[in-house]
T-cell receptor
């Protein structure tokens, strides 16, 4: 069973450009999460999907950010008009959520490191 | 508002000894806790978890202890190995609300010396 994969691993862009990241979760995992991590901090939650439905978005997810999971499998995260403050590691995680108040263990991909010049 | 805190940025231990990493939380609604290990340029790797109905969970060399009254959890690694050198994050969620969203601490860098 392959793990969570993310593409690209690294992205360098100029301020004002749009970027898109892709995440492929562990197969048959129904939940997919996006987090952002900056230097010296733990990952911060951005948004998550259950199947194709986006169930929650953090206030960190400004209007310039959009995420999709069109068929309930892979997901994309797009950042429009990038700013230098968007430079971070963007992490994707997936889980097999069963409900019933049972803890949801998330498995992370390697991340996409974004540098905005 | 840091709901999950790891107050020790770094820890250094000798190979073969015990490593104890600590984590405190403020939100009493958290009921599921996880520890992740992270190497540079990689994503976090899941290590071990614990539900609030338990006070201890063990998996090989790793044991997590939960003290709900103190809102404190700790990860014990025995015996420590050089390959354990990494950044360790604790994370918490409200499983009872079915959200799954994880709140992470800032991380503790563990160095295990040969």
């Amino acid at each position: 069973d392959t793990g969570v994969s993310q593409d690209p691993r690294h992205k360098i862009t100029k301020r004002g450009q749009n970027v898109t990241f892709r995440c492929d979760p562990i197969s048959e995992h129904n939940r997919l999460y996006w987090y952002r991590q900056t230097l010296g901090q733990g990952p911060e939650f951005l948004t998550y999907f259950q199947n194709e439905a986006q169930l929650e978005k953090s206030r960190l997810l400004s209007d310039r950010f959009s995420a999709e999971r069109p068929k309930g499998s892979f997901s994309t995260l797009e950042i429009q008009r990038t700013e230098q403050g968007d430079s971070a590691m963007y992490l994707c995680a997936s889980s097999s959520f069963g409900g019933g108040g049972v803890g949801d263990t998330q498995y992370f991909g390697p991340g996409t490191r974004l540098t905005v010049l | 508002d840091q709901q999950v805190k790891q107050n020790s940025p770094s820890l250094s231990v000798q190979e073969g000894r015990i490593s104890i990493l600590n984590c405190d939380y403020t939100n009493s609604m958290f009921d599921y806790f996880l520890w992740y290990k992270k190497y540079p340029a990689e994503g976090p790797t899941f290590l071990i978890s614990i539900s609030s109905i338990k006070d201890k969970n063990e998996d090989g060399r790793f044991t997590v202890f939960l003290n709900k009254s103190a809102k404190h959890l700790s990860l014990h690694i025995v015996p420590s190995q050089p390959g354990d050198s990494a950044v360790y994050f604790c994370a918490a969620s409200q499983a009872s609300s079915n959200t799954g969203k994880l709140i992470f601490g800032q991380g503790t860098t563990l160095q295990v010396k040969p």
